[in-house]
T-cell receptor
Framework: AQSVTQLGSHVSVSEGALVLLRCNYS??????LFWYVQYPNQGLQLLLK??????LVKGINGFEAEFKKSETSFHLTKPSAHMSDAAEYFC?????????????FGRGTQLTVWP | EAGVVQSPRYKIIEKKQPVAFWCNPI?????LYWYLQNLGQGPELLIR????????DSQLPKDRFSAERLKGVDSTLKIQPAELGDSAVYLC?????????????FGPGTRLTVL
């Protein structure tokens, strides 16, 4: 089974500051990797996914993530935080070759953005 | 296009009572998932359907949980009897392979409180 670890259950940044949310996976075969965002009382929304050789993945709302096999990491970044980015973020993995199978989620990181 | 619909959005019951959750996936999506999200945790897959067939139910506690997707469209997840530890958010998601689709779309969830 895949295992996904998100370092830091809470991250706080000022508006305009860099956002960095950390995710590591534990698998001998690099899985497919995803970042989801969840706003209060809403379902999870896909931000971006890594499924190919392109290690830098760009997503919606200005977010991007870089897959680093040597570090087994897939950290999520955004150059300049906006108040509307405040939400919970989940990193997830699936078996390589299948984006529609079981997703293995991390515990989530709550992002707070201060004005 | 309507998203994944779940009802009820909130449910409060006493322990040992039965409860059922309903999910209507996005039209045309043949794959349906039920995930369990405990407080402070990421979602965990309970069961996945391909049309009417349950193809991954290894994490479904079958002594008290059951699910059905009789016509390959809507699905119902049932708990009988409910226990205090079942308090959580139950998420439904759907997906399709048509047109190269490779994303799971999530509903807003049903928040269950067992007293």
């Amino acid at each position: 089974a895949q295992s996904v670890t998100q370092l830091g259950s809470h991250v706080s940044v000022s508006e305009g500051a860099l956002v960095l949310l950390r995710c590591n996976y534990s698998s001998s075969v690099p899985p497919y990797l995803f970042w989801y965002v969840q706003y209060p009382n809403q379902g999870l929304q896909l931000l971006l996914k890594y499924t190919s050789a392109a290690t830098l993945v760009k997503g919606i709302n200005g977010f991007e993530a870089e897959f680093k096999k040597s570090e087994t990491s897939f950290h999520l970044t955004k150059p300049s935080a906006h108040m509307s980015d405040a939400a919970e973020y989940f990193c997830a993995a699936s078996v390589r070759g299948s984006t529609l199978g079981r997703l293995y989620f991390g515990r989530g990181t709550q992002l707070t953005v201060w004005p | 296009e309507a998203g994944v619909v779940q009802s009820p959005r909130y449910k409060i019951i006493e322990k040992k009572q039965p409860v059922a959750f309903w999910c209507n996936p996005i039209s045309g999506h043949n794959t349906l998932y039920w995930y369990l999200q405990n407080l402070g945790q990421g979602p965990e897959l309970l069961i996945r359907y391909e049309n009417e067939e349950a193809v991954d139910d290894s994490q479904l506690p079958k002594d008290r949980f059951s699910a059905e997707r009789l016509k390959g469209v809507d699905s119902t997840l049932k708990i009988q009897p409910a226990e205090l530890g079942d308090s959580a958010v139950y998420l439904c998601a759907s997906s399709t392979r048509d047109s190269g689709g490779d994303e799971q779309f999530f509903g807003p969830g049903t928040r269950l409180t067992v007293l």
